[in-house]
């Protein structure tokens, strides 16, 4: 007989630690959890069920969605709009907030999420995912409206994602460490394989993409330029370098195996405050790396700290190995010296 550590179990027991639980929380996991699942079975199926290829629609960024990102974010907002636990979501690929009908009973928590990060790679079959983030609703609110989404991403109580890859796996945090579990096809459930997921400080590992080296700032450029030396620069050792377009798949490559991510902002017009989402994909990202004993910042602070100004708000991230993030924001601060010096 198989003894393993099944997700509805390892949550349960989480819950009975904490006497003040209501099992609310718990049972809006599952019910996350769940509309996953179907995502995941979505994307396996793909091209047999005609489901790839573009929507031949634009989401509130003004970028053409896929078909699975439209599909998935009616999967999310279909499975969990009944649940009572919820009193409100915003998606990515919405303008407003989703008001939950009033046939249903509302809950205490807000649901941020990214219903399918890295849908261009859909066609290609490379590894997408799910990004989900849960907040608590302020006390009194009913009907929520985007300010009260608006909330620091250390104000969290859970962040997660699904990765839709060989496996389909779900990495997640409720501020006591980060959990990875992997779903067994056969019984239709996540069982534990990663507990207790932690990022090494070193690291000679990096993704970013290096297209874009011509729009970086100095900062940035000095410090991936030490990184392609190698041996023969300031650093004395060789570094790889990855990039997979999927900033869940970069993310749990680092929680496996280690590495830093940057996604830094540049001189373009549309990526000059940032490229990636605070709400949807930044912010639960970097409680998930943080939990883990990485860091994340936007080369001047802490991105857990930033106070959201808009819904759809975009910020430079670089997050993973804690020397290697630390290092950079040393550069952005001898930079600013340097800066500073040179107007006196």
């Known amino acids: 007989?198989?003894?393993?550590?099944?997700?509805?179990?390892?949550?349960?027991?989480?819950?009975?630690?904490?006497?003040e639980s209501t099992g609310e929380f718990t049972l809006l996991l599952n019910a996350i959890v769940t509309a996953c699942k179907e995502i995941a079975d979505d994307v396996n199926r793909g091209q047999l069920i005609d489901v790839l290829g573009s929507a031949e629609s634009e989401n509130v960024q003004g970028e053409m969605q896929k078909k699975l990102d439209v599909i998935s974010n009616e999967v999310m907002l279909r499975s969990l709009e009944w649940s009572g636990h919820l009193a409100g979501?915003?998606?990515?690929?919405?303008?407003?907030?989703?008001?939950?009908?009033g046939r249903y009973p509302k809950g205490k928590y807000l649901l941020v999420f990214d219903p399918l990060d890295g849908s261009s790679n859909t066609e290609v079959n490379v590894?997408?995912?799910?990004?989900?983030?849960?907040?608590?609703?302020?006390?009194?609110?009913?009907e929520p409206q985007e300010q009260d989404f608006l909330?620091?991403?250390?104000?969290?109580?859970?962040?997660?994602?699904?990765?839709?890859?060989?496996?389909?796996?779900?990495?997640?945090?409720?501020?006591?460490?980060?959990?990875?579990?992997?779903?067994?096809?056969?019984?239709?459930?996540f069982i534990l394989t990663h507990p207790s997921l932690t990022i090494a400080s070193k690291t000679s590992e990096f993704a970013i993409n290096a297209s874009n080296h011509r729009?970086?700032?100095?900062t940035i450029r000095r410090y991936i330029d030490e990184l392609v030396e190698g041996e023969a620069g300031p650093r004395g050792r060789n570094f790889n370098t990855?990039?997979?377009?999927?900033?869940v798949a970069e993310v749990h490559r680092i929680l496996?195996?280690?590495?830093?991510f940057l996604y830094p902002a540049d001189r373009r017009e549309n990526v000059k405050n940032g490229r990636l989402r605070l709400l949807y994909e930044v912010n639960p990202m970097s409680f998930i790396v943080e939990q883990a004993g990485g860091a994340a910042t936007n080369g001047r602070e802490r991105l857990l700290s930033i106070k959201p100004e808009s819904l759809h708000q975009r910020v430079p991230v670089i997050l993973g190995a804690k020397e290697e993030v630390e290092r950079v924001m040393r550069y952005y601060r001898e930079m600013e010296v340097e800066l500073t010096t040179s107007e006196k």
């Open 215 to 218: 729009h970086w700032d100095a």
């Open 256 to 260: 496996i195996r280690g590495g830093v």
């Open 242 to 247: 990855r990039w997979i377009a999927s900033m």
């Open 151 to 189: 909330q620091p991403g250390a104000r969290q109580v859970c962040a997660g994602y699904v990765l839709y890859g060989p496996a389909t796996n779900l990495v997640l945090t409720a501020g006591h460490g980060v959990n990875g579990f992997t779903l067994d096809h056969d019984v239709g459930e």
């Open 89 to 101: 979501m915003v998606s990515e690929e919405m303008e407003e907030v989703y008001q939950i009908p």
């Open 127 to 142: 590894s997408i995912g799910t990004i989900f983030s849960i907040l608590r609703c302020p006390e009194g609110v009913t």
């Open 1 to 19: 007989m198989r003894k393993r550590m099944t997700f509805t179990r390892f949550i349960i027991e989480e819950q009975r630690r904490i006497p």
